[in-house]
């Protein structure tokens, strides 16, 4: 029943099954950790891409504002030259309809003369 060749070629056996075993278990933990790492990776791609988009979008919803309020700017300029226009106007009018006022010299005021 007791076969010495079977005893060391079993002994043989567990001398190199277990620094098989153990380069077999540390080449698939490095494998298992790379394929974690490109997960994480390609995860952490999707969130700079998608706060890019969502900052072209701010951008381009404070451009569209800045321009109506640009526009708006733009138009209150406008009313305000041509009500300025209007009222040099009325005042040129209301100077060339006055009679020579400016040969009356009882609206000028003196300083220092007695």
């Not at 494998?31 to 381009?60: F, I, T, W």
């Not at 321009?67 to 226009?85: H, K, N, P, V």
């Not at 609206?107 to 003369?113: C, D, M």
């Amino acid at each position: 029943m007791y076969n010495p060749f079977m005893f060391v070629l079993g002994i043989l056996a567990l001398v190199f099954a277990v620094p098989l075993m153990a380069i077999w278990t540390e080449h698939r933990r490095k494998v298992l950790e790379m394929q974690l790492r490109l997960r994480a990776e390609r995860g952490s791609d999707a969130a700079p891409k998608e706060q890019v988009r969502e900052l072209a979008k701010q951008l381009a919803d404070l451009r569209s504002t800045a321009t109506e309020y640009d526009l708006s700017f733009d138009s209150a300029l406008q009313r305000l030259e041509s009500r300025m226009d209007l009222l040099d106007e009325r005042l040129r009018r209301i100077e060339e309809s006055r009679p020579a006022a400016a040969s009356d010299s009882s609206n000028e005021v003196r300083i220092g003369v007695r």
